[in-house]
Nanobody
Framework: QVQLVESGGGSVQAGGSLRLSCGAAGYGYSNHYMGWFRQAPGKEREGVAAIDSDGSTTYARSVKGRFTISKDNGKNTLYLQMNSLKPEDTAMYYC????????????????WGQGTQVTVSS
């Protein structure tokens, strides 16, 4: 059974930083990739960043240079370091696991966590 549990969300002022964590279990290790997504009220789910088993990464243009995705394979934990946060980064953030080629498209991911809320005030 796949389990993905996000943590680290919260409220921060614009310009601040947060680090999200996603504890993962049961997803298997072959040919997988993991990603962070966000969804604000009334908006579609957006792929923020993803990383594959070789460490290759992809970022949404809106967060490139501000957010960094990383993995600790020993701890089975995915991270998202978010710096220079903006009010438009406010959303529920989800981690997810997919298989095959690295992607940020929600339809390419098989398992999802429950999400953690990030709120950035101006």
């Amino acid at each position: 059974q796949v389990q993905l549990v996000e943590s680290g969300g919260g409220s921060v002022q614009a310009g601040g930083s947060l680090r999200l964590s996603c504890g993962a279990a049961g997803y298997g290790y072959s040919n997988h990739y993991m990603g962070w997504f966000r969804q604000a009220p009334g908006k579609e789910r957006e792929g923020v960043a993803a990383i594959d088993s070789d460490g290759s990464t992809t970022y949404a243009r809106s967060v490139k240079g501000r957010f960094t995705i990383s993995k600790d394979n020993g701890k089975n934990t995915l991270y998202l370091q978010m710096n220079s946060l903006k009010p438009e980064d406010t959303a529920m953030y989800y981690c997810a696991v997919g298989y095959g080629y690295l992607s940020r498209e929600p339809r390419d991911f098989s398992y999802w966590g429950q999400g953690t809320q990030v709120t950035v005030s101006s």
